[in-house]
């Protein structure tokens, strides 16, 4: 598996570090019990599209926003999260459980 | 025996190697199978379960039958396909499963009781009683089946992985690949070509056949001398192309040393790793057998085998050759053995139509039916014209038709689409994105078929690598039809072999459907079919049609089981190439590591650190007595301790202060420059992540300290909380941890040893720039001893230097250095948690740090701390625990109240850390207990079952040493 | 009073050859880290002169001065005095965080490919890269003859060792 870092370019696997989903940018605030259990736990588990943050922990040290298919394991693009990781476009975004 | 003439093998290079303890000769070039075979060495090997004997299937890495194990110096490498393994000078081979000898097996009465051990046998005849399977009936399995056996040594031998990138990869080096390489790389795009054997060439070095009317060997070697010539080409041979990975990723198995004898720093394999822009898989065609009975004898081999090991090798294992045949192409076989004078003594086609001029007898319409000879063919029976008829042969070469190797377009899922023209499943169009497959990979046999089909894919792949083809002028060569009658099995009595490696028969197939095993997948598993070293390479195509016959379904629709990576066998030591040692965890060294060595500190692993244990003196004959001199050392005079291995973070920016504000749960930004404090870090979830101190170097400047276990983790968390939530703030982090040495000296006297050295003036939790002579260094007063306590850093340069240093000025002070288990007892006795205690379960509740929760600020994990059942009497809280008796305790045991039973349901917390105390005279613990806080005083029941350990316990406050940290402040 | 010895982090290493490459332990002069502050690239880009802040994988070079980008943000000037940036960005001394060692010769890329995942084919001179040696993270930087690579001062002598192996691997298949 390869990932294109915006800054470093394409990289293998191994010089990355999975999070997981992009559900995590989303921080709840307070102590809204439901949004902090969302936040923490509820995901979606498509088939499908999804958007995860990786780290690239061997280069750059960017949190990116990969979109990939679970299915087909294409790897469709990477964003900096530090730029709102919206160079991928909104329109992928699938909010799951979370409010 | 050798042929003159033929083959091109070394004849001026005598080669001597033994088999089974008996020296042969035989030329460079040849591999183990064509060398035996010139010796006229028939049976190689014993078969998996019915211990027949068997002689060489085939002349290339799918070999079924020809598996040995060379022996060298310090390896023994079993499995080793005899068809692949090319000889050297000195090679020491063995045959494999047969005692005493391969001539004379014991178990081959196996064989004879044939009829009990048929598929599944041992589901059924090992089932009872119950207990008779882990002792006798396992290991009795075990012995009897199996391969070869192993060194029971470590594989120490060399190694390699690698990493190559490429603009195209081409799979395979016959016409076709030849094609698809010449194109790529004449239109300057960087090309890897790939092929398993020796030299390039494929089935042209094999064949006898002729391009642009010259042999076609002369032809590849143009090809070859222009292709190496080119910078942007890579020519690898004995490299096989074993799977096929996301993102135009390839793994491949080179055999960089297995042809000679070892030598230094030689690495026997490596591992590829091989990025390609796009691909061209021409891996060819494999030649398959047909089941008739007694199918397996030596002396029975594929028909192409025969025409690889007489046109490349020189060797023919018969003087009076048969060929069963149910196409056109094994008629060249028979062809080029009467042209090498090798007589031929019939053709059996099983095709009614047949043609039959040839220079021998040719039988159309006609099956082998039977075969004799016990360790080699004598004869075999031929049914023609409803006759049966003996023909005197040593050598029947078979050929079912050809099979494309469209493994590789199914390592992502794909699935083969049966042609029936060709009797023969065909890769599925874009199986794999990126790959196109050319030749008779993708069902064209011809050689000028393949030419053309790779330069034709080689065009197209170049296309969506956006270069320009260059025109090629294809050479001519020859374009035969191929004319097949499928048949995959001959009907009749006695046993006709699918699966050579695992024994398994047309019988156990049928059975397999017959108990409704009748799915390929399930068939695969209760026969074995297919699970062997050549993945069933050799007989899942026969099995499958003997399936579908079987259950009356047709080829398609049973379908073939899954093709999964590896191609074909690569030995763990190459996937793990560069895996021991330093290359399984790089080993980080302090910069006192030399001076530590030096004063006999056996060093211990802290994560990649390696950290002194302690310092033994002369008269120590144990840890404990070092551990208690150096715990007593720190606390009456003066310790040192190398603590560069913490975290060390510098953070920067106007918005440092908010940013620590949001990550640790207490205030940083009321933190005076020039301060010093103690901070908790907690994760998302509202778990413990870190603590340590952070120092304000200045307004806008401070230095966190991480603890060494976790210093990775907190960069990461502090890179996504700073990008994910604090997108536009003005803060910069970076690791320090490597620049600064940084070394604590502990206890009464620790002042006055640093006064010898620099300027020592700060208040306890103080922090501030040192002038150590030309030195730049800074200075903290903080301790993780409970003793008035120092760390001085200065830059790694100097450590060393400082470390000797320092440990001259406290030996003359009575002190010394002290070790990581003083390090540990001297916290326990002060209370003070480490990752044994924030393990990642606990809160800052549990270890009593909840009032650190600054009310008046958010941070990370606030919110999830606060959740019902993350706060409470329910929770396991930190406590200290002190022996009733004089006894050791151990981190790991469980807390029960006295009086109940030691039940799962009654257990009441566990214990973290102990360490025995020199300074109390005793064992002390560190432990989570159930409501723990509000019951210091009590009694618990500490139970130990591994180490036998049952003692009561008084629980108290986790700090036994100066509660009120006088002597930390004074 | 102290007087403080120096060492290198390969201290006592002497360079090696095999195969044609040298693998030799470099000083790499003053280290800093510059991470620009928000609102200060304008600023920080006229006191950088003749430098420029690299863009990502690239080198700016002057004389022995070297701005190699390292990572999000952030570059280290070598071989220089971070004279006049304060205020603009912040810098961080790493002079002693990091080993240097140089990788030249022909086959210097062929010793790397058993090491780094990365394709080196078009690393020009002027390019740098962060990646990993193994398990461990490196500053590869393309120079002249060869590479140079920083690697965590702890971990100098792995890295040493990793290098030394993959060089004596690379020399006998040359040999064989």
Same mark, same amino acid.
């Given at each position: ?14 010089e990355?570090?999975y ?7 989303t ?18 588990n498509?088939?499908g599209?999804v ?10 040290t ?14 469709f693009g990477?964003a ?12 992928m975004k ?6 | ?8 093998v070394?004849?001026?290079?005598p080669?001597r190697?033994?088999f ?9 070039g040849?591999?183990l ?7 006229g060495?028939?049976?190689?090997g014993r078969?998996?379960?019915y ?7 085939? #002349? ?5 039958n020809a598996?040995?194990e ?5 390896? =023994?490498?079993p ?9 050297y000078?000195?090679?020491?081979a ?8 391969l ?5 081959a009465v196996?064989d004879l009781?044939?009829p ?16 008779f ?5 396992e ?8 391969l070869g056996?192993?060194?029971?040594r ?12 490429c ?5 395979g ?10 194109q790529a790389?004449?239109?300057g #795009? ?7 054997g020796? #030299?390039m ?28 010539a080119?910078?942007?080409?890579r020519?690898?041979t004995?490299t096989?192309v ?18 000679v ?9 490596c591992f590829?790793r091989? @990025? ?8 060819g ?8 009975a ?21 060797v023919?294992?018969g ?11 094994a008629?060249?076989?028979?062809r ?10 019939a ?10 001029a040839?220079?021998c ?6 099956e ?9 063919l004598?004869?075999i029976?031929v049914?023609h014209?409803g ?17 494309p190797?469209?493994?590789l377009?199914c390592?992502?899922?794909g699935?083969?689409?049966?042609d ?9 169009a874009?199986a794999?994105?990126?790959m ?5 990979a993708?069902g ?6 393949c030419?053309t089909?790779?330069?034709a894919v080689?065009v ?7 270069r ?8 001519l060569a020859?374009?035969?039809g ?23 028969t +047309? ?8 108990e ?17 070293p ?15 016959d ?9 379908? +073939?089981?899954t093709?999964?990576?590896?191609f ?5 030591a190459a996937m ?6 330093e290359?399984?965890a790089?080993?980080r ?5 030399s ?6 500190a056996?060093?211990i692993e ?10 033994p003196?002369?008269?120590?004959s ?7 001199r150096e715990v ?5 005079? @003066? ?8 975290g ?25 420059v020039?301060?010093? *404090? ?13 603590d ?5 170097l ?6 966190m300290?991480?603890?060494?276990a976790a ?5 990461r ?5 700073a ?8 803060v910069?982090?970076i ?7 940084q ?14 050295? %620099?300027e @020592?003036?700060?208040?306890?939790m ?8 030309q ?12 003793e008035?306590?120092?760390e001085?850093a ?14 001259a ?14 390090l540990?007892?001297?916290r326990?006795e002060?209370?003070f ?6 393990h990642g379960?606990? +809160?800052a509740?549990?270890?009593g740090m ?16 606060a959740?019902p ?7 396991? =809280?930190?406590?200290g625990?002190r ?9 790991g ?10 039940? *799962? ?6 214990v973290?850390? %102990? ?12 432990a989570?207990?159930r409501?723990?806080?509000a *019951?210091h005083?009590e009694?618990v029941?500490?139970?130990?079952h ?8 008084e629980?108290?406050d986790?700090?036994?040493?100066d509660?009120?940290g006088v002597?930390?402040?004074? | 009073?102290?007087?403080l ?13 095999s195969g ?11 280290v800093?880290?510059v ?10 880009a006229?006191?950088?002169k ?6 990502p994988?690239?080198v ?8 190699v980008?390292t ?30 060692v140089?990788?030249?010769?022909a086959?210097?890329?062929?010793v790397?490919?058993?090491?780094i995942?990365l ?14 040696l ?11 003859d060869g590479?140079?690579l920083?690697v965590?001062?702890?971990m ?5 060792h990793?290098?030394e192996?993959?060089?004596?691997m690379r ?6």
């Amino acid at each position: 598996m390869r990932i294109t870092c915006p800054l470093c370019g394409p990289r293998d696997r191994r010089e990355f570090y999975y999070y997981g989903s992009e559900d995590y940018l989303t921080r709840p605030e307070g102590e809204d019990w439901d949004a902090i259990d969302a936040h923490l736990h509820l995901r979606n588990n498509p088939a499908g599209r999804v958007r995860d943050l990786w780290y690239h922990d061997m280069g750059c040290t960017s949190w990116l926003v990969v979109t990939r298919d679970t299915v087909t394991h294409e790897v469709f693009g990477a964003a900096l999260v530090a730029d709102g990781g919206v160079s991928i476009s909104a329109k992928m975004k699938s909010k799951g459980g979370a409010a | 025996m050798r042929i003159d003439g033929k083959g091109s093998v070394d004849r001026a290079a005598p080669v001597r190697f033994r088999f089974d303890g008996v020296e042969y000769q035989g030329f460079k070039g040849d591999t183990l199978a064509s060398a035996l075979m010139a010796n006229g060495v028939r049976v190689v090997g014993r078969s998996f379960k019915y211990h027949r004997p068997r002689g060489v299937l085939t #002349a290339g890495s799918e070999e079924p039958n020809a598996l040995v194990e060379i022996i060298e110096d310090r390896q =023994q490498t079993p499995n080793v396909r005899a068809t692949v393994q090319e000889i050297y000078e000195g090679m020491e081979a063995k045959s494999q499963n047969r005692w005493p000898s391969l001539k004379f097996d014991v178990l081959a009465v196996n064989d004879l009781a044939a009829p009990f051990l048929s598929a599944g046998f041992y589901y059924k005849t090992f089932m009872w009683p119950r207990a008779f399977w882990e002792r006798i009936y396992e290991p009795l399995i075990r012995r009897a089946a199996g391969l070869g056996s192993l060194s029971g040594r470590h594989d120490e031998a060399d190694y390699e992985k690698a990493f190559a990138f490429c603009d195209l990869l081409v799979i395979g080096a016959g016409p076709a690949g030849l094609a698809a390489a010449l194109q790529a790389a004449r239109a300057g #795009a960087d090309v890897i070509l790939a092929d398993e054997g020796v #030299a390039m060439g494929g089935r042209l070095l094999a064949d006898s056949g002729q391009i642009d009317g010259k042999p076609a060997g002369e032809w590849v070697r143009d090809v070859l001398a222009e292709l190496g010539a080119m910078p942007n080409v890579r020519l690898m041979t004995r490299t096989s192309v074993t799977g096929v990975y996301d993102g135009g990723t390839y793994s491949a198995l080179e055999r960089v040393g297995l042809h000679v004898a070892a030598r230094p720093d030689l690495p026997r394999e490596c591992f590829w790793r091989i @990025v390609a822009g796009q691909a061209v898989l021409a891996a060819g065609a494999q030649e398959r057998m047909i089941a008739f009975a007694d199918n397996d004898r030596p002396g029975i081999m594929t028909a192409s085998a025969i025409r690889t090991y007489l046109n490349h090798y020189g060797v023919s294992l018969g003087k009076r050759v048969t060929i069963f045949a149910n196409n056109d192409d094994a008629r060249q076989t028979a062809r080029d053995l009467m042209a090498a004078g090798v007589e031929v003594a019939a053709i059996i086609d099983a095709r009614p139509d047949a043609p039959v001029a040839e220079d021998c007898p040719v039988y159309a319409g006609a099956e082998v039916v039977g075969t004799k000879g016990r360790h080699g063919l004598t004869s075999i029976t031929v049914r023609h014209r409803g006759g049966d008829m003996q023909i005197e042969t040593d050598c029947l070469g078979v050929s079912g038709g050809w099979n494309p190797l469209v493994h590789l377009t199914c390592h992502m899922n794909g699935r083969p689409v049966w042609d029936a023209s060709l009797a023969a499943f065909l890769p599925r169009a874009g199986a794999v994105p990126g790959m196109h497959v050319a030749g008779a990979a993708a069902g064209v046999f011809s050689t000028a078929g393949c030419l053309t089909s790779g330069a034709a894919v080689a065009v197209q792949a170049l296309g969506v690598l956006g270069r320009k083809a260059v025109p090629m002028e294809l050479p001519l060569a020859e374009n035969a039809g191929y004319d097949i009658l499928p048949l995959w099995e001959v009907k009749g009595k006695g046993r006709a072999w699918l699966d050579f490696a695992n024994d398994v028969t +047309t019988k156990d197939v049928r059975l397999a459907a017959q108990e409704n095993f009748a799915s390929v997948e399930h068939m695969k598993r209760y026969t074995t079919q297919g699970m062997a070293p050549d993945q069933g390479k050799n007989s899942n195509v026969g099995a499958l049609a003997v399936l579908a016959d079987a259950t009356g379904r047709g080829i398609p629709e049973t379908g +073939t089981t899954t093709f999964r990576p590896p191609f074909s066998p690569v030995s763990i030591a190459a996937m793990g190439a560069g895996g021991r040692a330093e290359g399984f965890a790089p080993q980080r060294f302090m910069t006192s590591h030399s001076a530590s060595v030096e004063r006999g500190a056996p060093m211990i692993e802290a994560g990649m650190w390696y950290r002194p244990s302690y310092f033994p003196r002369m008269g120590e004959s144990t840890w404990r007595e070092a551990c208690d001199r150096e715990v007593t050392m720190v606390r009456g005079t @003066v310790g040192v301790c190398d603590v560069s291995t913490l975290g060390k973070i510098d953070i920067q920016g106007r918005d440092a202060a908010r940013f620590l504000d949001l990550v640790y749960t207490n205030m940083f930004s009321t933190l005076p420059v020039g301060r010093v *404090r103690y901070g908790l870090m907690l994760r998302a979830d509202g778990h413990v992540l870190d603590d340590g101190t952070t120092a304000r170097l200045g307004e806008n400047h401070y230095l966190m300290t991480t603890t060494t276990a976790a210093a990775g983790l907190v960069m990461r968390h502090l890179e996504f909380v700073a990008q994910a939530y604090c997108a536009g703030w003005d803060v910069r982090f970076i690791s320090v941890t490597e620049n600064w040495a940084q070394f604590a000296v502990a206890g009464p006297m620790a002042k006055a040893l640093l006064e010898t050295l %620099v300027e @020592v003036d700060l208040p306890f939790m103080g922090c501030g720039p040192v002038q150590l002579d030309q030195v730049a260094a800074r200075l903290f007063r903080i301790s993780f001893s409970g003793e008035q306590g120092y760390e001085i850093a200065v830059p790694a340069r100097y450590g060393e230097a400082l470390f000797r240093d320092l440990l001259a000025r406290a030996e003359t002070m009575g002190g010394g250095a002290y070790g990581m288990e003083a390090l540990n007892v001297l916290r326990i006795e002060k209370g003070f948690i480490t990752h044994a205690e924030i393990h990642g379960r606990t +809160t800052a509740f549990d270890i009593g740090m909840e009032k650190m929760v600054s009310a008046k600020k958010d941070c990370i994990g606030k919110g999830a701390a606060a959740r019902p059942g993350m706060v409470g009497a329910e929770r396991d =809280q930190l406590v200290g625990l002190r022996p009733v008796n004089d006894v050791a305790i151990s981190a790991g045991a469980h807390l029960f109240n006295p009086g109940t039973e030691v039940t *799962r349901v009654n257990d009441q917390g566990y214990v973290t850390s %102990v360490g025995y105390s020199p300074t109390l005279g005793g064992y002390l613990g560190m432990a989570f207990l159930r409501d723990g806080r509000a *019951r210091h005083g009590e009694m618990v029941r500490l139970v130990d079952h591994l180490r036998k350990i049952d003692v009561l316990c008084e629980v108290s406050d986790p700090v036994f040493h100066d509660p009120e940290g006088v002597k930390l402040r004074g | 009073m102290a007087d403080l010895i120096a060492k290198t982090p390969l201290w006592g290493q002497g360079a090696v050859v095999s195969g044609g490459v040298t693998l030799a332990e470099v000083d790499l002069g003053q280290v800093t880290s510059v991470a620009p502050f928000v609102g200060q690239e304008k600023t920080l880009a006229a006191a950088l002169k003749p430098l420029v802040f690299p863009a990502p994988n690239m080198v700016s070079a002057k004389g022995a001065a070297r701005l190699v980008w390292t990572g999000r943000g952030q570059a280290f000037l070598i071989g220089a005095v971070p004279d006049g940036l304060d205020g603009l960005a912040a810098l961080t001394d790493q002079s002693d965080g990091w080993a240097g060692v140089s990788l030249t010769g022909a086959g210097a890329v062929d010793v790397l490919a058993r090491l780094i995942p990365l394709d080196l084919r078009d690393m020009a001179v002027g390019a740098c890269a962060r990646t990993s040696l193994g398990h461990m993270a490196v500053v590869l930087i393309r120079v002249k003859d060869g590479f140079e690579l920083l690697v965590f001062r702890s971990m100098a002598r792995t890295a040493w060792h990793e290098l030394e192996v993959a060089m004596k691997m690379r020399a006998a298949r040359l040999a064989c």
